[in-house]
Each structure stands twice: as structure tokens, then as C-alpha cells.
């Protein structure tokens, strides 16, 4: 049986493990699918004494006694791995070897009870491993997942063993039909979902991934972003309203750097950098990902920086929902018909100040501090596409005019 968990005893023979007698600690090693876990019996002998074949202790005034110690520990071994395989019940190493020395299990069994303990490792992480809004977002998900079972299972929580791929199906149920949510939401719930999964897999709580034949619905990423025209309209648009020249500065420097809002609001003079061209960069790691960026300073993002200096900050701070809230108004006042976001800004320096203007994708990927390529060409395809496109026609015209 594949699934059988086996015992034998070894002699630890390493330097680091023999005492200043030169006896050896007798560990034994239980062994589950190819994975191994080890753990001290407590007794040492000198490696002569110890008979590999037999693993038992020969020569030594209390072999009997050491002997028969280990052979109720292999008795006690065969009973659990009996009773597992009996009740079809699964066991980690780690759980098993607690059972057998008579350990307080600190395995954990069931899903909520894993997510809650990787939200704590999470929360002991922030600000060195992880941001504070990504321990809000596995927050966000773990209260949703509670509500999910609650509303789809009638109980409080599910057993981890008991998981299969149906569990996914539905919970992309219970959001798009009970939440309303958007089929690129939804994605992003699972995705953290599967993660948490992955952690239980990482720590022994689950021998093997529920979820591994699932794939995720595909979705059509739209890129939203203003073209060259709709771009310049907003730089030269004179608002009589201080709120919203301020929302449209800051827009605008971030139309031409694609810093995300994170970024943009803690951007500080320490971020402002002499580049290898002499001219000034802004150097600083990415939020999302911690990947490094070394963005130049566009001339027209030099102008805004410029516009504010002298004061606190150099942008002016703004909320994230306020700073989206004066964008619709912007955008209402202008004609514009798409949905401004402070995200559409990040959009548009890929796309229109960056793309448009055949600056290749990888340079792109890196200014984005995407963590990678592929997740540029993904977003960005299309608008490459729209662009070898255009080139065409023009190609065509002239060659027609030939």
C-alpha cells in the first residue's frame, strides 16, 4: 500500500549528533509515499553496539531493556498505521509521530482552522514579508469563505480530508449567484483559496491538492486607457476646483511613471534618484509584488513634481476613494466615457506614453515591475496587436500611393 506508514530504527552516527562519550542517539524514522520524518527515542549507544541488520543494541549492559523499549515503540507504530488504513483516515508524518510518543497534536483538521492560522503568520509579516492590504484581502476572503459555508453546507467549517475539486464549483456558485460578483472577482477569490490549500499541503495538514484538476474561467481583459487625444485634454483642461486640479495632476504624473496609487502615496523625496543618464528616476519597490522599480522622469511628470515642491509632500495627498470619486466627476466634465480609476492611469502608461510609442515589451514588463513578462503580454497583447495593426494601414497607404 502506497499510503502505509512503515517504522525502522537508525543509529544517528553524525558529529553533530554524537556526545562527548562518543555515543550515537537512536532515532527512529517513520517513513509515508516517500517522505520521511525522524524522532529520538532517547537512549545512545556506541556505535558498536548497535546491529544495523536487526536494528537493535547488542553488546550493551541494558540492550535488553533499550531493546524492548523499541519494540513496544514498533508495536504501538503498526497498531496506529492499522487503524489509519482501517478508517481510511489521512495522516501526516508529523501527526502520526505525535500519536505515537503520546505528543499534544498540533495538527489542524479542518480548512477555516488552517486559513485562520496562515492569517496570523500573515499578520506577523507585515511590513517585512507582506503589505497591510494583502492581510486585508485574506482577511476579506476569510470571512467570505465562513459565509459560503455557513449558506451552501449548513455547518461551520469543513474537514480538510474532505475536500474535493466540487467544493470550488461551489463556491464560484455561491459568489457569481448570492455576491453578484464579476467573473475576474471570482477568480481572484479562488485564486487565494487554492493558496491556502497549498499552505495546509506545505505544513502536512493535507497530503495532496483537492483542486489540482481545476482552471479557471477565462476572462476578457479589456485594457482601459486614455489615448493620445483624451490624455492631452486632461492635461490642459483649466478646472475652476483646487480638488480636482489636484486628482488631475496627480492622474496625470501617474499617466506618465504607471505608478500605482500604493506608490504614488508614499512617494518621497528619498524615492527621487540620479539615473546612469545623469536625469532623475524614481527608485523604489513595488508594493504588490516588492519587485524593484527604476522609473525616468518624463518631462511632463517633472512639471508636477516641480508644480508642488516647497510643500510636505511631493503630491498631494489624497485618499483612494475620494481620489477615485473626483475622477468620475472628471471624467463627466471632460465627455470622456470610460471609467476613470487611478488604475486607468497605470493603463495608460503602458499603453499610450509607452507602447504607442514602440518601446518593447520587456522594457515595459519592467517598468510596470510586473513579476513577469507574462503577465504583461497578457494585459497588454492586445493593445500590440491594435498597434502592428495601425502600422499596416499606414504601410498600406503607402505602397497604394507608390
Not at 488552517?114 to 506577523?124: D, R
Request: overall charge positive; aromatic content about 8%.
Amino acid at each position: 500500500m502506497t499510503n502505509e506508514i512503515k517504522l525502522i530504527f537508525v543509529l544517528m552516527k553524525y558529529k553533530t549528533k554524537t556526545n562527548s562519550k562518543g555515543k550515537a542517539p537512536i532515532y527512529g524514522r517513520v517513513t509515508k509515499n516517500n517522505k520521511r520524518r525522524h524522532f529520538s527515542t532517547g537512549f545512545f549507544v556506541l556505535p558498536s553496539e548497535w546491529h544495523t541488520s536487526s536494528n537493535s543494541v547488542i553488546n550493551n549492559l541494558l540492550a535488553e531493556q533499550i531493546n524492548n523499549h523499541l519494540i513496544a515503540i514498533k508495536a504501538k507504530a503498526m497498531e496506529l498505521s492499522l487503524q489509519h488504513r482501517l478508517t481510511e483516515r489521512e495522516c501526516t508524518l508529523d501527526e502520526f509521530v505525535n500519536l505515537l510518543l503520546g505528543r499534544k497534536s498540533q495538527n489542524l483538521s479542518t480548512f477555516l482552522e488552517v486559513f485562520k492560522q496562515h492569517n496570523i503568520e500573515v499578520e506577523a509579516l507585515v511590513g517585512k514579508s507582506y503589505s497591510p492590504a494583502t492581510l486585508v484581502k485574506f482577511q476579506g476572503i476569510y470571512k467570505q469563505i465562513e459565509g459560503f459555508i455557513r449558506n451552501t453546507y449548513q455547518q461551520e467549517d469543513v474537514v480538510l480530508s474532505t475536500m474535493k475539486l466540487k467544493f470550488l464549483m461551489d463556491l464560484e456558485y455561491y459568489l457569481l449567484t448570492e455576491k453578484d460578483m464579476k467573473q475576474i472577482s471570482i477568480n481572484k477569490t479562488i485564486q487565494r483559496v487554492r493558496k491556502i490549500i497549498k499552505y495546509a499541503i506545505a505544513h502536512e495538514y493535507m497530503e495532496k491538492d483537492p483542486f489540482l484538476l481545476y482552471k479557471p474561467k477565462a476572462v476578457n481583459l479589456d485594457v482601459v486607457f486614455l489615448d493620445n487625444d483624451e490624455l492631452s485634454v486632461v492635461e490642459k483642461y483649466d478646472f475652476e476646483q483646487d480638488r480636482l486640479v489636484k486628482v488631475r495632476d496627480c492622474f496625470v504624473f501617474c499617466c506618465y511613471t504607471g505608478l500605482a496609487y500604493n506608490e504614488m502615496d508614499s512617494l518621497s523625496i528619498e524615492h527621487i534618484v540620479k539615473g546612469y543618464d545623469g536625469k532623475d528616476w524614481i527608485k523604489m519597490n513595488r508594493k504588490k509584488t516588492g519587485k524593484p522599480l527604476m522609473i525616468p522622469i518624463l518631462p511632463t511628470a517633472q512639471a508636477i513634481l516641480d508644480k508642488y515642491a516647497g510643500s510636505d509632500r511631493l503630491l498631494p495627498k489624497l485618499s483612494n476613494q475620494k481620489f477615485n470619486k473626483n475622477l468620475k466627476e472628471i471624467g463627466e466634465i471632460l465627455g470622456i466615457k470610460k471609467k476613470l480609476s487611478h488604475h486607468v492611469a497605470r493603463k495608460t502608461f503602458a499603453s499610450t506614453v509607452l507602447l504607442y510609442n514602440d518601446v518593447p515589451m520587456e522594457i515595459v514588463s519592467e517598468l510596470l515591475g510586473h513579476s513577469s513578462i507574462k503577465i504583461t503580454q497578457k494585459h497588454y497583447g492586445k493593445v500590440v496587436n491594435k498597434k502592428v495593426g495601425q502600422q499596416m494601414d499606414e504601410l498600406s497607404k503607402r505602397l497604394d500611393k507608390e
